[in-house]
């Protein structure tokens, strides 16, 4: 009995997001819906994060654009705007420690504060924050996967919490 409930309620939230997204419903953060907003705008990363990681930030970079609908080379438009996104170096912490002592949790965090250029009144940003906690085995190989693995669990948490608060503030 519980397990029908389960399935008629699925089927219920897939045929609603089916039928909002077919009349022409734009779900939050859609890049259709972003695209026109940002036409023109240049993206940039810059900052110490840029520097100490290039590839996460290209990946940050791509993800932006892709998800905005903006373009990641400078434009000969009129509109002469830039979205900055001044990436921080990673912080990784120690979080819980084993019995023998040894390191054995971490948490590593990724800030950014983006900044729109090209307006009169560009609007204010906070900094904004992606994180994720992890555990490091005691094998050396295992260690980089697990960590690098985090650092984009991280960025990719960051990159969500970027695109809610650039698409949150009106022009």
């Known amino acids: 009995m519980n397990k029908s409930r389960h399935i008629r309620f699925f089927t219920l939230i897939i045929i609603t997001a089916t039928f909002l997204s077919s009349c022409g419903y734009r779900f939050p953060g859609d890049p259709q819906k972003h695209a026109a907003m940002w036409q023109g705008t240049t993206l940039k990363i810059e900052g110490d ?11 940050l970079k791509v993800k932006l654009a892709n998800r905005l609908g903006m373009s990641t080379k400078n434009t ?10 001044k990436l921080n170096p990673l912080d990784r912490t120690l979080i819980l420690e084993d019995e023998d002592g040894r390191a054995d949790q971490y948490q590593i965090t990724m800030t950014a504060k983006p900044t729109l250029m090209g307006f009169d009144k560009s609007p204010k940003y906070p900094t904004v924050k992606g994180s994720t906690t ?6 050396s190989a295992t260690t980089q996967t ?13 990159s969500e919490a970027l695109v809610a608060v650039i698409t949150s503030i009106k022009e």
């Open 134 to 139: 992890y555990y490091e085995l005691r094998g």
């Open 49 to 59: 994060g840029k520097k100490h990681h290039p590839v996460l930030a290209q990946r």
């Open 146 to 158: 697990a960590r690098n693995s985090a650092e984009i669990e991280a960025l990719q948490s960051l």
């Open 76 to 85: 000969t438009d009129n509109k002469n705007t830039t979205l900055i996104i």
